[in-house]
T-cell receptor, first 110, second 114 residues
């Protein structure tokens, strides 16, 4: 069966450090992989999309890699700030539908 | 633009009652989705629509029905609520699959079934 797994443990990091989140998947061949941010009590907000033929992408302090051989994406928040504290979801697109991981909660300490 | 709005924000039902959740988007998006989010399980797709007048089943459709009579609205119905349907429900919409299907989410509806 298809499965998407994200870091099972929450991440607690010091301000200024880099947070690295992992998204692993099995039995998928996604055309795209997306990352979303979700704050408590709110809906997810789109952050980044990376295509299957792209290896890495950067948007401001966010960096994403996509390894279709390893079936893994890494999401990095560099120079982290307390405002980056949230839950981050990865999602894979196939057909018209997104399938989401359970998310990783990141807390950045000042 | 209001984006994606959901009505109501909170609701408490008794087992066996029915209700309809309304989702509206003002971005002229073709695709609309209903998800439920439960602790530790992430977002799961209930039903979706690829255009006005169309609907399709997602991952967890049982106990729910949907309708998309107008392009901007997507309704989710519970005919006979069960405690297992206690969850947070999110509606989302998107413009283009070809551009990667970035989805815009509403603020959610927190439903409790007693």
């Amino acid at each position: 069966s298809q499965k998407i797994e994200q870091n099972s443990e929450a991440l607690n990091i010091q301000e200024g450090k880099t947070a690295t989140l992992t998204c692993n998947y099995t039995n998928y061949s996604p055309a795209y992989l997306q990352w979303y941010r979700q704050d408590p009590g709110r809906g997810p907000v789109f952050l980044l999309l990376i295509r299957e033929n792209e290896k890495k992408k950067r948007k401001e302090r966010l960096k994403v890699t996509f390894d279709t051989t390893l079936k893994q994406s890494l999401f990095h928040i560099t120079a982290s700030q307390p405002a980056d504290s949230a839950t981050y979801l990865c999602a894979l697109l196939r057909d018209y539908k997104l399938s989401f991981g359970a998310g990783t909660t990141v807390t950045v300490r000042a | 633009n209001a984006g994606v709005t959901q009505t109501p924000k909170f609701r408490v039902l008794k087992t066996g009652q029915s209700m309809t959740l309304l989702c509206a988007q003002d971005m002229n998006h073709e695709y609309m989705y209903w998800y439920r989010q439960d602790p530790g399980m992430g977002l799961r797709l209930i039903h979706y629509s690829v255009g006005e007048g169309t609907t399709a089943k997602g991952e967890v459709p049982d106990g729910y029905n949907v309708s998309r009579l107008k392009k901007q609205n997507f309704l989710l119905g519970l005919e006979s609520a069960a405690p297992s349907q206690t969850s947070v429900y999110f509606c989302a919409s998107s413009y283009s699959i070809e551009l990667g299907n970035e989805q815009f989410f509403g603020p959610g509806t927190r439903l409790t079934v007693l």
